[in-house]
């Protein structure tokens, strides 16, 4: 399967946080071409800060394979992770992370900085950006459009 199919998994995953009013970020984690994890945003239904798309898949993967080194994976996102996950990710020891859309404001994996890919920790990623860009940027694009909307109509 190609990054394209993974990433559409994790396109899913933004589709189910969407659902239920959060920002669409949607993760799965693949080894030998199996799904062992599986995430979506959950941080305003869980009231959790900590209740990122990449954290919920990364915990779902290491029950999975039972064990917290997720060696021979690749992370799929839909938003480029932001520090907290790029901390996790590293320390997970993912191999390689593959992100849909940028993320100018927070993203850890290129954007403001690269974590991934810092020499000074024990562990480095193999980073792809861009894969079905155009769609994970829609969706955000499109859900704070919306959200924007309905803040001005409740506001006239």
Known sequence: MSDEYYMGLAIEEAKK???LGEVPIG?????DGKVVGR?????ETAKDPIAHAELIAIKEASETLGGWRLLG???YVTLEPCPMC????????IPRVVYGAM?????????LMNLLQEER???QVEV????????????LKDFFRALREKRKKKTE
């Open 27 to 31: 993760a799965v984690i693949v080894r």
């Open 17 to 19: 946080a969407e659902a």
């Open 86 to 93: 790029a901390g996790a990710i590293v320390q997970a020891r």
């Open 39 to 43: 995430g979506y945003n959950l941080r």
């Open 103 to 111: 993320d100018p404001k927070a993203g850890c994996a290129g954007s």
């Open 121 to 123: 920790f024990n562990h």
């Open 128 to 139: 792809v950006q861009g894969i079905c860009e155009a769609e994970c940027s829609a969706l």
């Open 73 to 75: 994976t690749t992370l």
